[in-house]
């Protein structure tokens, strides 16, 4: 059973190299799921604390091409169900 986060999107193994225009991948949890994230996330103060925890704990190298942050899915996922994503 699933929900909805508005604006996120949870990435097709189809197109594992495209990122819509205005999204970033991130790569979440131990089996590094991956998600798309609208760019407007990146205002929001509880992603840029996340960001900061990314920073902290990979530097700026990602190999995976898009950005790893350092929590599991759930915590991610209520995270950002509560962004003002417009």
Known sequence: MGFRLPGIRRSSSKAVDEVPKGYLAVYVGEKMKRFMIPIS?????????????????????????GLTIPCSEDTFSELTSRFNVK
Not at 44 to 61: A, D, I, N, T, V
């Open 41 to 65: 996330s990146l205002n929001q103060p509880s992603f840029q604390e996340l960001l900061s925890l990314s920073e902290e704990e990979f530097g700026y190298e990602h190999p995976m091409g």
